[in-house]
């Protein structure tokens, strides 16, 4: 481990680049491994050495060795899976790897007298690193500089109050700026960072739980305890059956055991993320963590900040209104735009109105910050000068209050320009202040503001517009895009305190100006506490820790760099309307995954009950391991592939397990029952054999599970329907087409045993559509539950 350094670097030269070459050949580099990358060796590893791949590989083998080839078929299909998932997951990381280098923020390091960007892996112990409002912490310091210069160490400590800090403090990697700038000197770099080593940065912080994950993984445990048992009675139970013959009991065995596992739906869930990522990339929209595709399927609250979401990026002065005329006031706003080294957008609005004023030295400064929300600048005689929110600094009833919310009602932000008494400091405030002007900034609706806030409302999503500015002005802009409730703004600093009566106001108002960062986090927090799924989206420092709290943080690819640190996905390019289109996608992956997971489900409960009933009956296994290839292949595997990848605006919502169990068991249970009666009526009451008995028994179990298929293709369309009906010509060939039906030893004539078996698998399928009407309406009386039932 490498000691804190406390070498002398000259601030205004940093390191020369014999230093820095010094440094990295001694690996003295910023070298921390990206937690979310997975190499092209990772991915193979993580999709070839799987317990299901380790399962059936061993009831490949098995029927290799014990039946013909064509019964191994099974094992052919799992290599294809695989090389599948590896590909898609390759493709996702590739395009990730490549859009992450876009929104990574790029530390600014002074070497050699001269301040460039660089990348976070190119930091070297000592460096220089000048900071800014926003800007994350990548490595442990040491201030150099200080010029008002807080931090934000929560995201280490759990307090949210900002530390200041001075000449000689030590900063931590993880922390973030909230006001002011400076200069520090890295101490600690790489794995010595604090942040690395207690493995939770920022961007860790906030781990997005996986319902979809968790349900499957359960359900494949609960999987795992019935194969070892049912497995081994099978097998005597096929040993009896076939009168000790070890080969053809194997092969009645792996049959039965290999269809209740559900391995192509843990692929085409992967597959589904995986494509999902790859499309939302495409609208430049980097997810940097996996599971948020499905946390954006269950959202139903956005909270939205107002100033570079729903309005354009930038500013500028619109008017200034005059209060005192015997104030200086365009020297002063003049003076003000051009005193702090890193202004905000505000400061910089007022300094392309008003240049610099000659005269005017800075000699203190109290830099913006979102929970003071005014800066101030002194000037040695010319005296101290106050800029900020009049709600802030002026008393209730003044009358220049009342001026700026009328100047408000349009949209814009006004600030009030004053001269104090004293000299302002962030510890006791702005002092006695004398108002001078109002200063009226211009913000633009975004053009697409309007159509997005509609998409969200269309789709029952509500929106929650919290906002550091005044309340008048935040609801003039959410009346323009149209947010419900926007003509009662409410004013934050009279919102409670308790979790339970700030959840009450936010059920029942939609927007919120004069936000502190701490109260943007509470509100999420009182959303999450009336069950909301909520997704926060912002750009700034004061987003923040909102972002980290929400089940779904979205930040701006141009906002702080702490901000894009924490959100799961970042919009690189600003664009607030791709929202609807990024909401739809992972609406799109849920609903589907968990539509085509009742036909993998149902698989998996018809093998259980057949193979229960072979074993208490000590009958042969019903099917071929063809057969269930075949009928598996056309039911469930290719039309879920291209199910999973269709348009479905449903939102998913929490019981997706719960909701797929209820359709699925007792479809299984009519699956195998249908089955196993055309199986034991041609075998027993027509005194067929077993080869006709199983084809007849095949017949019935394509036609319930194709029914079964259809039921869960709905909403019908023409794609589906497509789908489903190639399907059904896909089986009709295998009946029919000469090599196939050998191959597969399949085949259907109008005979009795030919129509008995039609006539169970109609019986079998119409107790189908009433199971799926059932569900339907009990889902519809519970509350309304639209996620798809099929």
Same mark, same amino acid.
Request: aromatic content about 6%.
């Given at each position: 481990?490498?000691?804190?350094?406390?070498?002398?670097?000259?601030?205004?030269?940093?390191?020369?680049?014999?230093?820095?070459?010094?440094?990295?050949?001694?690996?003295?580099?910023?070298?921390?491994?990206?937690?979310n990358a997975r190499?092209?060796?990772?991915?193979v590893r993580?999709n070839?050495f799987?317990?299901?791949n380790?399962l059936?590989?061993?009831?490949w083998?098995?029927?290799?060795?014990s039946?013909?080839?064509?019964?191994?078929?099974?094992g052919?299909?799992?290599?294809?899976n695989?090389?599948?998932?590896?590909?898609q997951e390759?493709?996702a990381?590739?395009?990730l790897?490549?859009?992450s280098?876009?929104?990574l923020q790029?530390?600014?390091?002074?070497?050699?007298?001269?301040?460039?960007? %660089?990348?976070t892996?190119?930091?070297?112990?000592?460096?220089v690193?000048?900071?800014?409002?926003?800007?994350?912490?990548?490595?442990?310091?040491?201030?150099?500089?200080?010029?008002?210069?807080?931090?934000?160490?929560?995201l280490?400590?759990?307090?949210? *109050?900002?530390?200041? $800090?001075?000449?000689?403090?030590?900063?931590?990697?993880?922390?973030?700026?909230?006001a002011?700038?400076?200069?520090?000197?890295?101490?600690?770099?790489?794995?010595?960072s !604090?942040?690395?080593?207690i493995?939770?940065?920022?961007?860790?912080f906030?781990?997005?739980?996986s319902?979809?994950?968790?349900?499957?993984q359960?359900?494949i445990?609960v999987?795992?305890?019935?194969?070892?048992?049912?497995?081994?009675?099978?097998?005597?139970?096929?040993?009896?059956?076939n009168?000790?013959?070890?080969?053809?009991?194997?092969?009645?065995?792996?049959?039965?055991?290999?269809?209740?596992v559900?391995e192509g739906?843990?692929?085409l869930?992967?597959v589904?993320?995986?494509?999902?990522?790859?499309?939302?990339?495409?609208?430049?929209a980097l997810?940097?963590?996996?599971?948020?595709?499905?946390?954006?399927?269950?959202?139903?609250v956005?909270?939205?900040?107002?100033?570079?979401t729903?309005?354009?990026?930038g500013?500028?002065?619109?008017?200034?209104?005059? %209060? *005192?005329?015997?104030?200086? @006031?365009?020297?002063?706003l /003049?003076?003000?735009?051009?005193?702090?080294?890193?202004p905000n957008?505000?400061?910089?609005?007022?300094a392309?109105?008003?240049?610099?004023?000659?005269?005017?030295?800075?000699?203190?400064?109290?830099?913006?910050s979102?929970?003071r929300?005014?800066?101030?600048?002194?000037?040695?005689?010319?005296?101290?000068?106050v800029?900020?929110?009049?709600?802030m600094?002026?008393?209730?009833?003044?009358?220049?209050r009342?001026?700026?919310?009328?100047?408000?009602? /349009?949209?814009a932000?006004?600030?009030?320009?004053a001269?104090?008494?004293?000299?302002?400091?962030?510890?006791?405030?702005?002092?006695d202040?004398?108002?001078a002007?109002l200063?009226?900034?211009?913000?633009?609706l975004?053009s697409?503001?309007?159509?997005t806030?509609?998409?969200?409302?269309?789709?029952?999503? $509500?929106?929650?517009?919290?906002?550091g *500015?005044?309340?008048?002005?935040?609801?003039?802009?959410a009346a323009?895009?149209g947010?419900? /409730?926007?003509d009662?703004p409410?004013?934050?600093?009279?919102?409670?305190d308790?979790?339970?009566?700030?959840?009450?106001?936010?059920e029942?108002?939609?927007?919120?100006?004069r936000?502190?960062p701490?109260q943007?986090?509470?509100?999420?927090?009182?959303?999450?506490?009336?069950?909301?799924?909520?997704?926060?989206?912002?750009?700034?420092?004061n987003?923040?820790?909102?972002?980290?709290?929400a089940?779904l943080? %979205?930040?701006?690819?141009?906002?702080?760099?702490?901000?894009?640190?924490?959100?799961q996905?970042?919009?690189?390019?600003d664009?607030?309307?791709?929202m609807?289109?990024?909401v739809?996608?992972?609406?799109?992956?849920?609903g589907?995954?968990?539509?085509?997971?009742?036909?993998?489900?149902?698989?998996?409960?018809?093998?259980?009950?057949?193979?229960?009933?072979?074993?208490l009956?000590?009958?042969?296994?019903?099917?071929l391991?063809r057969?269930?290839?075949i009928?598996?292949?056309?039911?469930?595997?290719v039309?879920?592939?291209?199910?999973a990848?269709l348009?479905n605006?449903?939102r998913?919502r929490p019981?997706?397990?719960g909701? @797929?169990?209820?359709?699925a068991?007792?479809?299984g249970l009519?699956c195998?029952?249908?089955a196993?009666?055309? !199986?034991g009526?041609?075998?027993?009451?027509?005194?067929?054999?077993?080869?006709?008995?199983r084809?007849a028994?095949?017949?019935?179990?394509?036609? @319930?599970?194709?029914w079964?298929?259809?039921q869960?293709a709905k909403?019908w369309?023409?794609?589906?329907?497509?789908i489903?009906?190639?399907m059904l010509?896909?089986?009709?060939?295998?009946?029919?087409?000469?090599?196939?039906s050998?191959?597969?030893q399949?085949?259907?004539?109008?005979d009795h =045993?030919?129509?008995?078996?039609?006539?169970?698998?109609?019986?079998?399928?119409?107790?189908v559509?009433l199971?799926?009407?059932?569900?339907?309406?009990?889902r519809?009386?519970?509350g309304? =539950?639209l996620?798809?039932a099929?």
């Amino acid at each position: 481990m490498t000691a804190p350094t406390r070498e002398v670097v000259d601030p205004a030269r940093g390191l020369s680049a014999a230093e820095v070459a010094e440094r990295v050949a001694t690996g003295r580099v910023n070298a921390v491994k990206d937690r979310n990358a997975r190499s092209l060796g990772d991915i193979v590893r993580a999709n070839t050495f799987t317990y299901f791949n380790a399962l059936i590989g061993f009831f490949w083998v098995l029927m290799l060795v014990s039946a013909p080839l064509i019964d191994s078929l099974f094992g052919l299909v799992i290599v294809v899976n695989t090389a599948i998932g590896i590909i898609q997951e390759y493709r996702a990381a590739r395009t990730l790897a490549k859009l992450s280098l876009v929104g990574l923020q790029q530390p600014t390091v002074r070497r050699d007298g001269v301040d460039a960007e %660089i990348a976070t892996h190119d930091l070297v112990l000592d460096d220089v690193i000048l900071l800014r409002t926003g800007d994350q912490m990548l490595v442990d310091s040491v201030v150099l500089e200080s010029n008002g210069l807080e931090l934000d160490e929560s995201l280490l400590t759990g307090e949210a *109050d900002p530390v200041a $800090k001075e000449i000689g403090d030590d900063v931590l990697s993880g922390s973030f700026v909230v006001a002011g700038s400076g200069v520090v000197r890295a101490t600690r770099v790489g794995h010595d960072s !604090y942040a690395s080593k207690i493995a939770d940065e920022a961007s860790k912080f906030s781990v997005t739980r996986s319902e979809l994950r968790y349900s499957i993984q359960r359900f494949i445990k609960v999987v795992s305890w019935f194969l070892v048992p049912v497995g081994f009675f099978l097998f005597i139970s096929q040993y009896r059956a076939n009168d000790g013959d070890i080969r053809a009991s194997i092969a009645g065995t792996v049959p039965g055991v290999i269809t209740m596992v559900p391995e192509g739906l843990v692929l085409l869930t992967s597959v589904a993320m995986a494509v999902s990522v790859i499309r939302l990339a495409q609208k430049k929209a980097l997810v940097q963590d996996m599971p948020a595709v499905e946390v954006l399927a269950r959202v139903d609250v956005v909270c939205v900040d107002k100033t570079g979401t729903l309005t354009e990026p930038g500013m500028a002065v619109q008017q200034v209104v005059t %209060i *005192d005329d015997s104030l200086p @006031v365009a020297d002063a706003l /003049g003076a003000l735009g051009a005193s702090e080294p890193e202004p905000n957008q505000t400061l910089v609005a007022i300094a392309a109105k008003y240049p610099a004023t000659e005269g005017w030295t800075v000699t203190a400064t109290v830099p913006f910050s979102s929970s003071r929300k005014w800066s101030s600048a002194t000037f040695g005689d010319r005296g101290a000068w106050v800029l900020g929110a009049p709600e802030m600094l002026l008393p209730d009833g003044d009358p220049v209050r009342t001026q700026a919310d009328g100047l408000a009602q /349009g949209g814009a932000r006004v600030l009030v320009l004053a001269s104090s008494a004293g000299e302002p400091s962030s510890d006791d405030g702005a002092g006695d202040l004398s108002p001078a002007a109002l200063v009226v900034i211009n913000q633009t609706l975004r053009s697409d503001a309007a159509e997005t806030v509609a998409y969200f409302l269309e789709q029952n999503v $509500k929106m929650k517009v919290i906002s550091g *500015d005044n309340a008048v002005t935040v609801g003039a802009i959410a009346a323009q895009a149209g947010v419900p /409730g926007a003509d009662t703004p409410v004013d934050a600093r009279d919102l409670p305190d308790d979790q339970e009566s700030l959840a009450e106001i936010l059920e029942t108002h939609s927007v919120f100006g004069r936000v502190t960062p701490a109260q943007k986090r509470a509100m999420v927090g009182a959303l999450q506490s009336r069950g909301h799924v909520v997704a926060m989206t912002g750009d700034g420092v004061n987003d923040c820790l909102a972002l980290k709290d929400a089940d779904l943080g %979205i930040a701006m690819g141009s906002g702080a760099g702490a901000t894009r640190a924490v959100a799961q996905i970042v919009l690189l390019d600003d664009r607030f309307a791709v929202m609807p289109s990024v909401v739809a996608e992972g609406r799109r992956v849920l609903g589907n995954v968990e539509r085509v997971a009742q036909l993998f489900l149902s698989k998996s409960f018809y093998a259980m009950v057949v193979s229960l009933a072979t074993i208490l009956l000590t009958l042969p296994f019903p099917f071929l391991n063809r057969h269930l290839t075949i009928v598996t292949a056309l039911t469930i595997g290719v039309p879920a592939f291209f199910l999973a990848l269709l348009p479905n605006t449903e939102r998913f919502r929490p019981g997706f397990f719960g909701r @797929v169990l209820v359709f699925a068991i007792p479809c299984g249970l009519v699956c195998a029952l249908s089955a196993y009666a055309t !199986y034991g009526y041609v075998l027993n009451v027509n005194d067929g054999d077993v080869d006709t008995a199983r084809t007849a028994a095949v017949t019935t179990l394509f036609i @319930v599970a194709w029914w079964i298929l259809m039921q869960v293709a709905k909403p019908w369309d023409a794609i589906r329907l497509g789908i489903c009906g190639a399907m059904l010509i896909g089986f009709v060939g295998v009946l029919y087409i000469p090599w196939l039906s050998n191959l597969f030893q399949m085949s259907w004539a109008p005979d009795h =045993d030919g129509l008995a078996a039609l006539a169970i698998g109609i019986v079998g399928a119409t107790i189908v559509s009433l199971l799926h009407a059932f569900v339907i309406r009990g889902r519809q009386a519970a509350g309304g =539950d639209l996620a798809p039932a099929g």
